[in-house]
């Protein structure tokens, strides 16, 4: 269901008359794959392992190159989540809102820094006790860099269902994605 949301979301923002408001320069399509690791703060019970994909899309909300703010560019994104648990095994999909800031290119690098949470449906909650209930929430922050079209990052995660559920112990993770985005921004 939410593959099918996210491409309708796709065909409606293609659909618009992009050239004359100049919204085709402002939309961000990108693709990454992510691997996840359950950490040891506060228990590390299950040894939960995620591999998944993150394809996106999203709107350039405030473009600033010259900028005197570290901060030069802002989009929000919808991150999609599509993947599985490699240990203890499930499956889980779901979509991240994700507010992503830009620093200034720095031997051509540029930094990133993301903040997002989202909903998820998984099944990994029936083989690892920390997880209560089909229905999570994925809530991250990271840095990364970005090179050309390509990026690398690395997010601290939280999974829990925010007490729809009992029990809600939730966990902890460490993240690491590689990926690509189109079109490529370097102003």
């Not at 506060?42 to 392992?49: A, D, E, K, M, Y």
């Not at 994700?98 to 099944?123: M, W």
Request: proline share 5%; hydrophobic share 40%; aromatic share 10%.
């Amino acid at each position: 269901m939410k593959a099918i949301v996210f491409l309708c979301l796709l065909c409606l923002l293609c659909s618009f008359p992009v050239y004359s408001e100049g919204l085709s320069d402002r939309v961000v399509f990108g693709f990454q794959a992510a691997y996840g690791v359950e950490d040891a703060i506060p228990r590390n019970i299950s040894h939960i392992n995620m591999f998944y994909a993150q394809p996106q899309i999203g709107i350039i909300a405030w473009n600033s190159p010259n900028s005197r703010l570290p901060m030069k560019r802002f989009e929000v994104i919808s991150e999609g989540i599509l993947g599985n648990s490699v240990h203890p095994g499930g499956h889980m999909y779901g979509d991240t809102l994700l507010f992503r800031f830009t620093g200034g290119h720095l031997l051509g690098t540029t930094p990133i820094v993301d903040v997002g949470s989202g909903p998820l449906n998984t099944t990994i909650n029936n083989r690892a006790s920390e997880l209560g209930g089909n229905v999570q929430f994925l809530s991250q922050g990271g840095v990364g860099i970005e090179r050309s079209r390509y990026v690398i990052e690395w997010r601290y995660f939280h999974m829990s269902n925010a007490g729809l559920t009992q029990p809600n112990h939730g966990f902890n993770g460490n993240m690491v994605s590689i990926g690509i985005r189109l079109p490529r921004h370097h102003d």
